[in-house]
């Protein structure tokens, strides 16, 4: 599998392994072990992580099977995140979702996610929303009293717009190394708002989130869907692959570097995915998905 | 009051006192000099006006004041405006509001507030409005020659998105000291469109004008002011304030340093709204009025 | 007539001939030199052209005539365009309308152009619409063997966002010498969205595509139409002049040297339109079209 380098000392898989849906798989820490070592021998080393998947339990799951087979941590790349603060039980004082940049709370979330993990150091750290009360002093003094704990190695953010990220990066020493932002065949945002371009300006490839809009693509009725899918399973057919493949291609022909996070928990699933890399979508396949996701031809 | 310094040589008062409503206050000249000196005496040092506020009348009243008690023009930051047109008597031969920023309006313009205000120093100009037909390096010419015959200090805008300030500073040999805009719980554009954070990336606090939405918070019948309303008054009571003071406290906490200025001639309730700095609302209790404004949580 | 610097060595008339619609015209070679002369006689030697106009037979047609008057080709500054990917006869393989900025399409649409207007060199040559899949990288490296060819001596690009201008700009050496982009009274939108303000702060002039609006000001029964014509039409009466001189002299307002491309082929009329460089609208006037354009004063 290709890797991509990010910064110094540090390169993803070109397929990361999302985490958000790990309870939902229902492993024993042995067959989460099995499992992480599964897509690493597929050459997926890059895992995805937040403080609050799972209600807030992603993270142990999978620190406990990091606890069980130690060798896993030096074989991959742990991203996790912190900022939202999810109204769950196990916060009853909150009465409402929102974000937190402050130095307390992330230093706290991080404190709290090495616990969790099982580990001693993050590789990247994202801030998972904008935060329009975020400081970017604040959270640059923040990242390098992490950095020099060594806590955590490098760092991100996750939905920033370009303002946003410049914001930040005005304020740091090293480079983001990447911008974790949504992007399928039903929301192509990134591509329209200036997102994308500015990530190639500033060559930070960006993962990416929702590959496949969360399942809508293969089930929702409604128009857009509707057409994406017709278009989609037409390409499939013209390059011999299945929906999930021509959808993984479609996402790596942009030409920002991007490196699609996996959800799935079927390594079955996950290989065909992996496979879509080899895949060459012509400019015009690419394009047909484009006018089935906006109703209308280019301009 | 905290004072926040905008360039060498000037600082604000963090809150401001704004006199376009002067006229409705009814004030003789000797009112209106104890007006001031009882606002100065609070902290609030800095004045915000402009050359059309009452109909191009405001700033000869507050003049009336400066001549009668001389002493009181070297206590305060005197901010005015300029390149509005409006429609007026005045100006009998304009058919339509307009904006004019060349370097003859300007120039004709601070020469009339120089003499309506009896003063013979701005401390700070800003552009009113953003004109599409702005030539930067006319202005850049313009202001180089104000502040060369001492007519103006410091150049700040009003109203300026992101590119127009850029556009506008890549002429200027010196920092743009501020951009004066809206903000309040019903109208967060500045916190959406990313000026709050091109704001705090170049370390230049906004002026806020509207912080209580014209009165709208407290009086229209609308979803979003009921739910704006509802917030504010839980919170209010959570903290101990007036809905103005919750309102003013919320602004204070967006991390650009916001000025706010107050439009108020009621020295009590101006008094009222300076103690809300001291007020420390939670992140949460931010959100909370972000979520009432918006209508949905945040994503 | 003026002339605008662009680049070392390149500038333009400040009307610009288009040949979009030169097969309408039914031109016989030998009408087609004269038409040029003629234009060219009026201080018109900028002459804009793309590989698809006239379903990719405009250039054929224009190369006729430089063939058969030799002396034309050093008298002019020819731009054309590349990128689009029509349906076309001439294509038969194509689905679906979509772009290409591949070097590969890059480099075989410059050669076609060459071969069909008879030429061995493009004065400027440009990327007709944004494409979310160029990679800046591969562009500026086709530029630079196309420059290094004799083949193109400067670039520009078309209906580009400043976003989209950056990312490309900042792989280049030599500086992007124009944006092409549409203006009118019934579509300012690149006087709203940043494109002028980033043009002007980057002292790039843009060419201006669809000055009329495509006739729609003249004949379209819509609300923003008719209070467009109502106003040109005073306007006119007020400084005697056609409806298309003040939409010319309104177009020339702009602070950023907007370069209007005159699309018509009979030379009375584009005689008028140059002669609309003369007429000097107030700012008051340029704003009764805007106040018309978007049925509302200005804030």
Redesign the interface.
Known sequence: MQRIQLADGLSFSQFIQGYWRLLDWDLTPVQMVNFAKQHIELGITTVDHADIYGDYECEVAFGQALKLAPDLRSQIELVTKCDI?LVSQKHPS???????T?AAHILASVDASLQNLQTDYIDVLLLH?PD?????D?VADTFAELKQAGKVRHFGVS?F????F??LQ?RLTDKLVTNQVEFNPMN?QC??D?T???L??HKVAPMIWSCLAGGRIFGEDSPQANRVRAVLTEIGEEVGATMDQVIYAWVL???CNPLPIIGSGNIKRIKMAVDASSIQLT??Q???V??ASNGH???
Chains 1, 2, 3 share one sequence.
């Open positions: 603060k909150r009465q409402i979702g929102h974000y937190d402050s929303r329009p009360l975020m400081s970017a604040e939905n717009t370009p303002m946003q410049d914001l005005s192509m591509s329209a200036g994308f371009e500015h190639q300006m022909k942009m030409p400019n015009e690419w394009f047909r484009w006018v031809n280019v301009p």
